[in-house]
Protein backbone atom coordinates (compact mmCIF):
# COMPACT_ATOMS: atom_id res chain seq x y z
CA UNK A 1 0.00 0.00 0.00
CA UNK A 2 1.43 3.27 -0.38
CA UNK A 3 0.39 6.73 1.20
CA UNK A 4 1.06 10.18 0.39
CA UNK A 5 1.06 12.81 2.76
CA UNK A 6 0.92 16.45 1.79
CA UNK A 7 1.86 19.71 3.89
CA UNK A 8 2.38 23.04 3.16
CA UNK A 9 -1.37 24.85 2.20
CA UNK A 10 -2.88 27.94 3.70
CA UNK A 11 -3.88 31.55 2.63
CA UNK A 12 -1.45 34.00 1.17
CA UNK A 13 -1.88 37.23 -0.78
CA UNK A 14 -2.00 37.65 -4.30
CA UNK A 15 1.54 37.63 -5.44
CA UNK A 16 2.55 35.65 -2.68
CA UNK A 17 4.54 31.97 -2.35
CA UNK A 18 3.53 29.01 -0.83
CA UNK A 19 5.30 25.85 -1.24
CA UNK A 20 3.80 22.58 -1.02
CA UNK A 21 5.18 18.64 0.10
CA UNK A 22 4.14 15.41 -0.49
CA UNK A 23 5.78 12.61 1.02
CA UNK A 24 5.53 8.88 -0.40
CA UNK A 25 6.01 5.81 1.73
CA UNK A 26 4.72 2.26 1.07
CA UNK A 27 5.64 0.54 -1.63
CA UNK A 28 6.65 3.07 -3.93
CA UNK A 29 8.76 1.85 -7.85
CA UNK A 30 11.75 3.37 -8.72
CA UNK A 31 10.53 4.14 -12.33
CA UNK A 32 6.98 6.57 -11.49
CA UNK A 33 5.37 10.23 -12.34
CA UNK A 34 4.82 12.14 -9.26
CA UNK A 35 2.91 15.49 -10.07
CA UNK A 36 0.31 17.69 -8.39
CA UNK A 37 -3.36 18.21 -9.36
CA UNK A 38 -5.73 21.23 -8.10
CA UNK A 39 -9.51 21.55 -8.05
CA UNK A 40 -11.52 24.37 -7.45
CA UNK A 41 -14.92 24.96 -5.95
CA UNK A 42 -17.54 23.86 -9.12
CA UNK A 43 -14.54 22.76 -11.16
CA UNK A 44 -13.03 19.52 -12.49
CA UNK A 45 -9.82 18.52 -10.95
CA UNK A 46 -6.90 19.90 -13.51
CA UNK A 47 -3.27 18.79 -13.89
CA UNK A 48 -0.85 21.57 -12.19
CA UNK A 49 2.67 19.93 -12.56
CA UNK A 50 4.26 16.58 -12.90
CA UNK A 51 7.84 15.36 -12.95
CA UNK A 52 9.35 11.72 -13.94
CA UNK A 53 11.46 10.04 -11.72
CA UNK A 54 13.89 10.80 -14.68
CA UNK A 55 13.29 14.38 -13.99
CA UNK A 56 11.14 15.20 -16.92
CA UNK A 57 8.49 17.51 -16.29
CA UNK A 58 5.03 19.05 -17.82
CA UNK A 59 3.51 22.22 -16.44
CA UNK A 60 -0.08 23.88 -17.07
CA UNK A 61 0.08 26.77 -19.38
CA UNK A 62 -1.48 28.44 -16.71
CA UNK A 63 1.63 27.79 -14.42
CA UNK A 64 4.37 27.94 -16.61
CA UNK A 65 6.88 30.68 -15.10
CA UNK A 66 5.09 31.16 -11.78
CA UNK A 67 5.31 27.16 -10.51
CA UNK A 68 8.29 24.89 -9.96
CA UNK A 69 8.17 21.16 -9.34
CA UNK A 70 10.90 19.04 -8.41
CA UNK A 71 11.26 16.16 -6.47
CA UNK A 72 13.95 13.99 -4.17
CA UNK A 73 14.05 10.49 -5.08
CA UNK A 74 15.55 9.38 -2.05
CA UNK A 75 13.08 10.81 -0.16
CA UNK A 76 9.99 9.84 -2.14
CA UNK A 77 9.48 13.16 -2.22
CA UNK A 78 7.82 15.91 -4.81
CA UNK A 79 7.63 19.63 -4.39
CA UNK A 80 5.99 22.21 -5.45
CA UNK A 81 7.04 26.02 -5.22
CA UNK A 82 4.10 28.14 -5.99
CA UNK A 83 5.10 32.00 -6.82
CA UNK A 84 3.41 34.92 -7.79
CA UNK A 85 0.18 33.48 -7.15
CA UNK A 86 -3.08 34.42 -8.37
CA UNK A 87 -6.61 34.57 -6.94
CA UNK A 88 -7.59 32.09 -9.57
CA UNK A 89 -5.04 29.43 -8.16
CA UNK A 90 -7.28 28.93 -5.15
CA UNK A 91 -8.01 25.34 -4.60
CA UNK A 92 -7.73 21.79 -2.93
CA UNK A 93 -4.16 20.54 -3.98
CA UNK A 94 -3.92 17.00 -4.10
CA UNK A 95 -0.26 15.11 -4.74
CA UNK A 96 -0.55 12.04 -7.27
CA UNK A 97 2.07 9.11 -7.40
CA UNK A 98 1.53 6.96 -10.63
CA UNK A 99 2.95 3.88 -10.98
CA UNK A 100 2.80 0.97 -13.77
CA UNK A 101 0.50 -1.28 -12.66
CA UNK A 102 -0.93 -0.15 -9.66
CA UNK A 103 -1.76 3.09 -11.39
CA UNK A 104 -2.65 6.04 -9.17
CA UNK A 105 -2.64 6.86 -5.54
CA UNK A 106 -3.96 10.29 -4.07
CA UNK A 107 -2.78 12.54 -1.66
CA UNK A 108 -5.72 14.09 1.21
CA UNK A 109 -5.38 17.28 -0.49
CA UNK A 110 -4.17 20.52 0.78
CA UNK A 111 -6.07 23.87 -0.03
CA UNK A 112 -4.53 26.74 -1.44
CA UNK A 113 -6.26 30.10 -1.18
CA UNK A 114 -4.83 33.30 -2.47
CA UNK A 115 -6.85 36.28 -1.24
CA UNK A 116 -7.13 39.26 -3.87
Known amino acids: QVQLVESGGGLVQAGGSLRLSCAAS????????MGWYRQALGKQRELVAV???????NYADSVKGRFTISRDNAKNTVYLQMNSLKFEDTAVYYC??????????WGQGTQVTVSS
Open 26 to 33: GSIFSINV
Open 96 to 105: NLHQRGPGDY
Open 51 to 57: ITSTGII
